[in-house]
């Protein structure tokens, strides 16, 4: 299976974990933090989506580029949810081992992107 298969199949399922939590802490009254989790980390299976359809390597390696800025957003807030004790440190690390991974991930794939960029400008220059 290619990485980015696997990216997109595991940001999918860190979305649909984060929409899941989002409703936990909606019944924890929680309200904002709620709000910030779930645009963040909904955001980055979005762009790995939009990346696999990318116009140009240079708009690949962007949008991947934004999914890894809203994955490290996301263990932020993730962080906060545990340390406010809105999650337990039992559910912070199941879900922060599936975001670290992703972030691997993500990582990986944009260095390989921009590699094989760089030296597609060195040859054609």
């Given at each position: 299976?290619e990485?980015?298969?696997?990216l997109?199949?595991?940001?999918?399922?860190?979305a649909?974990r984060i929409v899941?939590?989002?409703k936990?802490?909606?019944?924890k009254?929680e309200w904002?933090?709620?709000k910030?989790?779930?645009r963040?980390?909904?955001?980055?299976?979005?762009n790995?989506?939009?990346?696999?359809?990318?116009e140009?390597?240079?708009?690949?390696?962007h949008?991947i580029a934004?999914g890894?800025?809203?994955?490290n957003?996301?263990?932020?807030?993730l962080e906060?949810?545990?340390e406010?004790e809105?999650i337990s440190q039992k559910?912070?690390d199941?879900?922060?081992t599936?975001a670290?991974?992703?972030l691997?991930?993500?990582t990986?794939?944009?260095k390989t992107?921009?590699?094989s960029?760089s030296?597609?400008?060195?040859?054609?220059?």
């Amino acid at each position: 299976m290619e990485k980015e298969n696997v990216l997109k199949q595991k940001s999918f399922q860190f979305a649909v974990r984060i929409v899941r939590l989002f409703k936990f802490l909606r019944n924890k009254k929680e309200w904002v933090l709620s709000k910030q989790i779930l645009r963040s980390g909904t955001s980055v299976g979005a762009n790995v989506y939009e990346a696999e359809h990318s116009e140009s390597r240079a708009d690949f390696i962007h949008k991947i580029a934004v999914g890894q800025k809203e994955i490290n957003e996301t263990l932020y807030w993730l962080e906060l949810l545990r340390e406010t004790e809105y999650i337990s440190q039992k559910e912070f690390d199941s879900i922060h081992t599936d975001a670290l991974e992703i972030l691997k991930l993500i990582t990986a794939s944009l260095k390989t992107a921009k590699s094989s960029f760089s030296k597609t400008l060195t040859i054609n220059h």
